[in-house]
């Protein structure tokens, strides 16, 4: 079952936070974790991410599940890293390997890995409704430069609204495919029409959707419901926004 931004539902003070506080707090991680790239400085926002979750009372249950083949292909190109080099080196035998490439492509893979969480952590713990009304508050700065804010918000909430559903429907396609699939060796065309296959069916299930999506928010008012105000910010708020400031400057000092 797709678990990628469904919230969890639960009463924990993570989840009564705001949403612009949220998505404010993980890009301000973000941004000090591409100033910073330290291993200190990813182990202090990972610690922090990691307590959060549990706050948030997550179960690991809600993390996606990703196949074989994804960690295959991490692996693959961390060997591919090797022949760069760089200090430190080891020696094997007679032959001197450099790890450096290696240990930098493990720490950027390990910085993304931190920002993923992150960001799955607030589709976990904030409703999807939530999320245009927040990003319209916090870009209202950019309306006195007549920024389009408000199609901004209505295009992001459109996104992660529609993911879900059809992340859902390309699996269910992936599955009904599989049930079909003649039995014994195929040929090379026969993987090529079966990809076209694939393709059309995935592009005629988007259309249907975004179709049935257009639908219902036609239905509840059109787009202007969708960044209707749904709260502000309060002083468990102002807390949390304290605390994201204090990890921050600990990895400046740190780091």
Not at 26 to 37: F, H, M
Not at 57 to 70: D, E, N, V
Not at 126 to 135: E, K, Y
Not at 180 to 197: I, M
């Amino acid at each position: 079952m797709t678990t990628v931004l469904r919230e969890v539902p639960r009463d924990t003070p993570v989840h009564r936070l705001w949403a612009g506080t949220k998505l404010a707090g993980v890009a301000a991680l973000g941004l000090t974790l591409s100033l910073v790239t330290s291993w200190a400085a990813i182990g202090i926002i990972g610690a922090a991410v990691v307590l959060t979750a549990v706050l948030a009372r997550i179960p690991l249950g809600a993390l996606p599940r990703l196949r074989p083949w994804f960690w295959l292909l991490l692996v693959a190109a961390g060997l591919l890293s090797v022949p760069a080099g760089g200090s430190p080196e080891l020696a094997l035998g007679g032959v001197t390997v450099g790890l450096g490439a290696v240990l930098l492509y493990v720490r950027l893979t390990a910085l993304a890995g931190v920002l993923l969480v992150a960001a799955l952590l607030v589709g976990a713990t904030t409703a999807l409704g939530d999320v245009a009304p927040a990003v319209a508050r916090l870009g209202a700065p950019l309306r006195l430069v007549r920024a389009p804010v408000d199609e901004w918000a209505v295009t992001i909430a459109l996104c992660v609204r529609a993911f879900p559903l059809l992340a859902e429907d390309l699996r269910v396609l992936g599955a009904a495919r599989r049930l079909r699939r003649p039995a014994g060796r195929r040929s090379l065309a026969d993987v090529n029409v079966e990809a076209v296959d694939l393709a059309v069916s995935a592009m005629a299930v988007t259309m249907r959707r975004a179709g049935e999506l257009g639908e219902a928010i036609t239905a509840r008012g059109g787009t202007g419901r969708l960044v209707a105000d749904a709260g502000r910010p309060g002083l468990r708020d102002l807390v949390a926004g304290v605390l994201v400031a204090a990890v921050c400057a600990l990895v400046f000092v740190v780091g």
